[in-house]
Each structure stands twice: as C-alpha cells, then as structure tokens.
C-alpha cells in the first residue's frame, strides 16, 4: 500500500492537503507538551499519537504555517494551530492527516477504518432504523461492509463538526444516505447541534480499497 497522502488528498477538496504514514515511535519529534500527553500509554498509543503529529506538521508547513505543538483537550480533540483547520486517524499500520487554512475551509473530518465487515451485533447501534430496513434489503454477504462505511462515514461527519459546536453526537442523532456505487454520501442531523439545525444536510465521500474504508468531509 502506497502511503502518499493522494489517496486521502483525492476525497477533498483542492485547497487540503494530506499526509499518511505507517505508525513509527518518533517520540523525539514530539514537543514536552505532548510528550506529557502519552507518558503513561501503551507503545501503539505512543507511536500513533506520535506520527500524526510529525505527519500533521508536515501538512502545516504545506499550508506555509509553523509548525506548533498540537495538544488534545480534555474531550480528546486536537488543537490545530491558529490559523488551520485539520483532522486526525488512524487504525492498525495505518495514520493520516489532513489540513487546511481555516480561510479556505471551516472544517474538516476524515476517518479510516479497516475495511472488514462490522459484527452483525453492533449495527443496530451504528445504524438509524431506516439505515438499518436499508441495509436488510442489500445482498446479505455486503451488508456488514456498508455498515462499516456507514460508521466510518459517520465519524468523519462527527470530527468534522465538532470543531464548530463542541457537541458530542450519538450514531443514532445523524441519518446517513449512501450511494454504494460512487462513493458519495450525504449525512442529515437529527437533532440540533451549535449552529445546525435538525435536518440541516452534509455531503461526504467514502471509499474502499486497500483494506481500508476511507471517509471524508468538508464543512466549507
Ligand atoms: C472521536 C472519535 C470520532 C475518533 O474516532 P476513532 O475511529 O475512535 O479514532 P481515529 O483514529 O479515527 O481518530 C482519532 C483522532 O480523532 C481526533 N479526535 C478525537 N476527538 C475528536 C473530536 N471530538 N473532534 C475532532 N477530532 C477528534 C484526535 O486527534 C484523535 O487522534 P489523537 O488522539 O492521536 O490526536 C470517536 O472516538 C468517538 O468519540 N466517536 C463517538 C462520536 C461519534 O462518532 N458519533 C457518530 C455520529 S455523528
């Protein structure tokens, strides 16, 4: 697998630009500051956080910003330098970044996944009860994969709107439409969120290849 950042870049749109990279220990490219925020966690936690990091500098020095600690809060999500707008993932062998200046885009999410079927148990809480009479009328060996987009997809949405209204929101306060064949798909709010309101509408794309579901979403 070629980790290039074209794969992802290629999902948004042209003002973003994007990094990947397999998972290494580059603990000495970390400022004091997050080093304190892996001090007590296991080595894949270290080498994840780690690599996103120097992934997510490069994408800043892209934009032509300086590069600057990015520290996560108590909610978990990143503090981009001033300036930029950006989302972090990974998943086993696998990180990616993606940036923006904050005058180009308002918001970004992007999410990888394994592209491995979700367990039949978990998708009633992955799913709406129309996603899920949606997904019992697919042939039955592709439905656990689509429910994997779904989730991943969803993600994707919930990172890119966070940023913007520091609401938490449940898989089941989002409605997903999904076009199988182009790999598009469109997420509606179910409920209000910050400045969304019930009903308020978001396009996203998500991909398969590789072993990976990739998701991505722009706010702009
Ligand atoms: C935050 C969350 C989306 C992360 O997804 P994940 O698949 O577990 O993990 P990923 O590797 O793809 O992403 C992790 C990165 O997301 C970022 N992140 C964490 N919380 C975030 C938030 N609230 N907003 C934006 N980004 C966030 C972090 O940078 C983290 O990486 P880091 O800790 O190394 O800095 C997930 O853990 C979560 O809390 N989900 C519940 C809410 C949800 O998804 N709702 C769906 C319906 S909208």
Known sequence: MKL????????FPAAVVAEEAQ?????????????????RAVDKRRAEYATVRVLARKAIRRLGVAAAPIVN???????WPEGVVGSITHTKGYCGVVAAKSSDVRSLGADVEGAEAAREEIWKHICTETEHAWI???AEDDRGQVVK???????AFYKAQYPLTRQY??????EMQLDLDG???EVQLQRDSGEFATGARFEG????????????????
């Open 4 to 11: 290039d950042g074209k794969r992802l870049s290629a999902l």
């Open 23 to 39: 998972p290494a220990l580059l603990l000495d490219e970390l400022y004091p500051e997050e080093r304190a925020q892996i001090a």
């Open 73 to 79: 809060g108590e909610d978990r999500s990143p503090a």
């Open 136 to 138: 019992t009328g697919l």
């Open 149 to 155: 987009r779904i989730f991943s997809a969803k993600e």
């Open 169 to 174: 929101l449940g898989f089941h306060d989002v």
């Open 183 to 185: 790999g598009h798909f």
């Open 205 to 220: 794309r998500v991909v398969v290849g590789d072993g990976l579901v990739i998701s991505a979403l722009t706010i702009e």
